[in-house]
């Protein structure tokens, strides 16, 4: 970032945790994409609680912004497993944090998993959790019983542009990785698997460069918008893979099983908008295929008779061109911020809650102020 972009950015978290600083400073763990605008956001997360530790995305951290965020706040490395098995999970908060009021920012629904021994076992108090991602929101949702308050920035409005932008990265990065091989979009029709906020995005933006687009999701509700939009709709979604020449999976669920990819037309592409652990049961391939590298973000899956090509090994694909979406992530950042009052005021009862509308204009009005130049 230029110094001046760098300075504008300073100012704008700097009035934003203005707003919304806490009566009470709580500690906080934070999950996120380490990417080269990040520290100004890890910064703002310090100046409004004990920041213990960031715990970057693994295939989206900037070297130069990891070195950055290190002078100041431990980076410990993430993993599902970590927050899988409840001693490790336990064993490490309180490694960071014995007997504080912690706070957890989320992007994946990683706390999840052991949230109920986190919350009952912790030797401090596990205020709540603030989720950024739909496919978080969902991981939490759908546990029987939550134990804390989950604010959910996913379904929020402030998020809308963030979405739009993150489908035309994801658009872009898979047009440039094919066109490293000598491919293009045209010619090729493509399957988007999950017609949610990205998804249909993706289909939109794939639409308008000319491609013919082919949709499925499980949802009925989901399925008639996408027809309403003016797409095809897969009845069959084996009979539509065998069809596409460009599969985009943006469900983040599985939407590629290990005995679907035999499915796949000979030659087509496969590209995520989240981490292949997500999207992709790569484990489940059959055997007897070979992975080859042929090209720098390509692999060929290939066994007698049968070939396709994964990008960036399966992980989300924009991540390759920096996943960048403009000053709009600013918003769901200052969103986040914001449910940090929320949870230290320790009101909210457990379950899934969002940040107030007002709040959310407040945060809107003074990002205009600094960004609509």
Known sequence: ????????????????????????????????????????????????????????????????????????????????????????????????????????????????????????????HVLGVIEDTENGHRRYADLDKLPCPVISVARSPLKDPEDFLVGQSVVFSTEAVMRERGDILHGRPALVIGFGKLGSSIARLLQVKGVQVNVFDIDPVRRTQALSQGFTVARDREAALTEAGLVLCATGAVSLHGEDFPHLRNGAYVATVTSSEDELELAGLPDVYTRTMVGEHVTRYQTTGHYFYLANGGNAVNFLHGASVGPFIFLVQAEILAGIRMLTRADLAPGMHEVPAVDRAAIAATWLNYFNR
């Open 1 to 124: 970032m230029e110094s001046f972009e760098r300075a504008r950015l300073d100012a704008y978290f700097a009035k934003i945790t203005a707003q919304f600083t806490p009566d009470e400073q709580a500690t906080s763990f934070l999950v996120t994409h380490l990417l080269p605008e990040r520290p100004a956001f890890v910064r703002a997360v310090a100046s409004l609680t004990r920041l213990r530790a960031v715990l970057p995305k693994p295939k989206s951290i900037n070297p130069a912004a990891r070195r950055e965020v290190e002078k100041t706040t431990p980076v410990d490395a993430l993993s599902r497993e970590l927050f899988i098995d409840p001693e490790a999970a336990l064993d490490y908060v309180e490694s960071r944090a014995t007997a504080e009021p912690i706070v957890l920012l989320d992007v994946g629904g990683y706390f999840a998993p052991t949230l109920t021994d986190l919350h009952d076992r912790f030797s401090g």
